[in-house]
Nanobody, 120 residues
Framework: QVQLVESGGGLVQPGGSLRLSCAAS????????MGWYRQAPGKQRELVAT???????NYADSVKGRFTISRDNAKITVYLQMNSLKPEDTAVYYC??????????????WGQGTQVTVSS
């Protein structure tokens, strides 16, 4: 069993910043990808950013230059620093862990989500 626990969401004004964190526990293999996805009302869940255990990152075009994803492999924790927040960033943010474990099958795990609201 893998558990992902997000924290750091909240209400912030446009232009403000938030830092999300997600701590993973359970059967975690050394090679994995962690990331953040978000879902706004009436929209599909979309990728925000991902980072591999090797440090390679990928960002959605909408957040490039504003968000930064990072991870602590020792703690198996992923962070999302969100700057210059916009109202359209409002969504529930979900932490994700993807790994290939025995029997060498792709497994995806999700956190419970944390609400981010950007509003005046």
């Amino acid at each position: 069993q893998v558990q992902l626990v997000e924290s750091g969401g909240g209400l912030v004004q446009p232009g403000g910043s938030l830092r999300l964190s997600c701590a993973a526990s359970g059967t975690i293999f050394s090679i994995n990808t962690m990331g953040w996805y978000r879902q706004a009302p009436g929209k599909q869940r979309e990728l925000v950013a991902t980072i591999t255990s090797g440090g390679s990152t990928n960002y959605a075009d909408s957040v490039k230059g504003r968000f930064t994803i990072s991870r602590d492999n020792a703690k198996i924790t992923v962070y999302l620093q969100m700057n210059s927040l916009k109202p359209e960033d409002t969504a529930v943010y979900y932490c994700n862990l993807e790994q290939y474990g025995p029997p060498k099958t792709k497994y995806d795990y999700w956190g419970q989500g944390t609400q981010v609201t950007v509003s005046s």
